[in-house]
């Protein structure tokens, strides 16, 4: 067990989760409430892309930041200190979204000009599905007409033969939960199937027919499968009967996600979008969310990996501008980690590590003493379960 002081683990609680958590959202979430989103946001990525990215940047922030910290917005069973807290951002994120999907509005964003678009409306849609109480239910009628609008709009767009197919499955089932009956199953329908084929064996998926050595089976894939098939997955029985498959993945592969946490809270900078930072753990946290970690595994254990992740990318020096606005990097400051499609709001899908906060506070993953995770027992003389693939 770690010490009560100074290791790695020992700040993993959840009121150090929650200060990350307002580092991260609040210069969106306020400026988009005073509709200075466009006005105040820089737009950093590499030379000569401004231009291009200033159409899709400001979006990006927005739909991947609230993806992130959905499960925690509708969370009603918070003590009254945690809950003043969280009924201000959930607040302010319904104003963000009126103030994104409002054509009236100064930051009105874009959700048809480009190929972008269908990302992170889709990443908007999905955390509709994670908050569908404070971000749905509670939107005012006119503001619930718009987004339908601004989801509609992404249609237009044909996605890329990869990953790309479930941002548009992913927003057809927002379209199906907020009850609009020209929901196109067909989209859903093919991203599926073809992820079905796709899939490489031992709890991942190809990006499109080939497999990739990155973190895309946490940032998209496995999130917005395990997502669309608890949405609509009832709709039709070869929906349902891919569940089970997808959830015994999404459990193996977050078995080796835990085990990719060094002892330092550090994981292999390895594949594309690593300016994503903590997000590359989306999947891990989605399964601590939805208490379904891998027998063996336990939530405290993995409430101090995700924490020692946080604190490595979040808290490394240069992570933030003055104003609070998120730099290119993983640890600290580092452009040259910026693809050519990386911009600013690009880089707020690291909020997707914040989903546990969506479990309430007596829950193991956060009543438990601190835990040492899997490769801090093992680089420490400790024994460890041994690790075997998943036939499957």
Sequence with gaps: MLESKGTVGSESGRSYWLCQLQ???????QA???????ARMPVECVEGCQEDRALYTHLEALGRLLCGIAPWLDNDRVPADEEE???KYAELARGAIDAATDPNSVDYMNFSEGYQPIVDAAFLAQALLRAPNELWVKLDDRVRSNVVSALRATRT?????NNWLLFGATIEA???MAGESDWDPMRIDYALKQHAGWYAGDGAYGDGPEFHWDYYNSFVIIPMLVDVLRTVGNEYGDWSSMREGVMKHAIRYAAVQERFIAPDGSFPPIGRSLA???GAFQSLAQIALLDMLPEGLEPAAVRCALAAVIRRTLEAQGTFTTEGWLRIGLSGHQPGLGEAYISTGSLYLCAAVFLPL???PEHPFWSGADREWTSRLAWGGSPIPIDSAWKG
């Design 23 to 29: 580092a991260v959202a609040k210069p969106v979430l």
């Design 32 to 38: 988009l409430n005073e509709r200075m989103l466009k």
């Design 85 to 87: 807290l969280r009924r």
């Design 157 to 161: 767009r044909k996605p890329h033969y």
């Design 174 to 176: 927002a379209l199906h």
């Design 276 to 278: 994503y930072r903590s």
């Design 358 to 360: 969506g479990l309430p």
